[in-house]
């Protein structure tokens, strides 16, 4: 990638942000390079625009988790070059501990993962959790409000471990946020919030 890209990406968020009906309403992340980015509620293929849009004019760098098979064919080096990292859903475990080795061997960048297990109220995946505190990287809460048409980042949290009360945050933080098609929205809820951290991760 040119060594202008940086500066190419930024000028295409500010014109999307001029041009959009959506209202960019964003927190600034802590500048040190690194964290985990929620994008929830996640209920449209848009989400991914608007979190270009919003990572460019951050001038964030970022790794996203997609479908192995979006990987396939001619689009393959277009969605590495945007930043994504296939995921074999068949192997789940796998993902977070190569995400995690990555960032141990001193990778920079803010992980972009949309933990809905799916979109028919079955709960939120525990990936982001695990990677999270297995790294000691803050999360940051990205958002999208159908409903004051609005998108951008929230506050920026440090995980407890106490999985129940970390939710309770995140919870309320996007009890009135409905995505872009707010039928589909998921509740924040972890499958597995009964206890403390949320399982192993290979050290």
Request: hydrophobic content about 40%; aromatic content about 8%; glycine content about 12%.
């Amino acid at each position: 990638m040119s060594r202008d890209a940086p500066g190419v990406r930024a000028a295409l968020a500010r014109a999307f942000w001029r041009l959009s009906r959506w209202r960019l309403r964003t927190e600034r992340v802590p500048r040190d390079g690194a964290g985990v980015l929620i994008g929830a509620p996640h209920t449209s293929n848009w989400d991914f625009v608007l979190m270009l849009a919003i990572a460019w004019e951050a001038g964030l760098t970022i790794r996203w988790l997609g479908k192995h098979t979006l990987f396939a064919g001619p689009a393959g080096p277009l969605m590495r070059a945007l930043g994504g990292i296939p995921v074999d859903r068949r192997d789940p475990a796998g993902l977070v501990d190569e995400v995690v080795g990555r960032i141990r061997a001193g990778e920079r960048f803010y992980l972009v993962v949309t933990p809905e297990g799916t979109r028919s109220g079955a709960g939120w995946k525990s990936g982001f959790y695990r990677i999270a505190r297995a790294t000691d990287l803050p999360v940051t809460l990205g958002y999208v409000d159908r409903t004051t048409m609005t998108t951008g980042l929230g506050p920026t949290l440090r995980l407890t471990g106490d999985v129940r009360a970390d939710m309770d945050v995140i919870r309320a933080f996007y009890a009135d946020k409905a995505g872009v098609v707010p039928s589909r929205r998921t509740e924040p809820r972890l499958r597995d919030e009964g206890t403390d951290d949320t399982g192993p991760v290979a050290r």
